[in-house]
């Protein structure tokens, strides 16, 4: 069973989907993902059976996937769409950077200000559901590339988060859009 909500489209059962980044797949030191293929078997949404789901809500949708794919919640965070209608995979994204003045969350009276972002640095990430560290790289005029570590599935415009280290806890300073 696959649980979430549906962005944009439709969806019908009988429809062949497909779950990216997918699945880990190592071979000689080297790792990659590879999207997983499966048909919509049936659907729920408010409590009821349905034939056919489009944007809007939450639902569930079940698929003849093995739950030893699924175990651990191995797939959460992924992106589920119509075979040729996923988004790209990423290991890269280029952002556009908007720092807020302040960190959120902080435990202080007054909180931290937000200091530019360093190359080298490791902020948390999240994007859609996804969440992911990213190590950030050719910063300037604005822009800064990151490296993550888990792959993503996202669209040039798509709004992320961005999270920095404190003591013992990830504090949100900003936001990027994917360029």
Partial sequence: MIG???VSGTFNIGDVVEIGPGRKIEKKKKVSYEPIKTTITSM???GNNLESMQAGGLCGLATPLDPAVTASD???GQVLAKVGELPPVREIIA???NLLEEMVGSDEEKPDKVAPLRSGEMLMVN?????SVGVVSNIGGGKATLNLRLPVVAEDGGRISLSRRSGTRWRLIG???II
Avoid: D, M
């Fill in 4 to 6: 979430g909500s549906i």
């Fill in 44 to 46: 729920q949404g408010g």
């Fill in 74 to 76: 191995n797939l959460s």
């Fill in 95 to 97: 952002i556009e950077i």
């Fill in 127 to 131: 994007i859609s559901t996804a969440t």
């Fill in 175 to 177: 936001y990027g859009v």
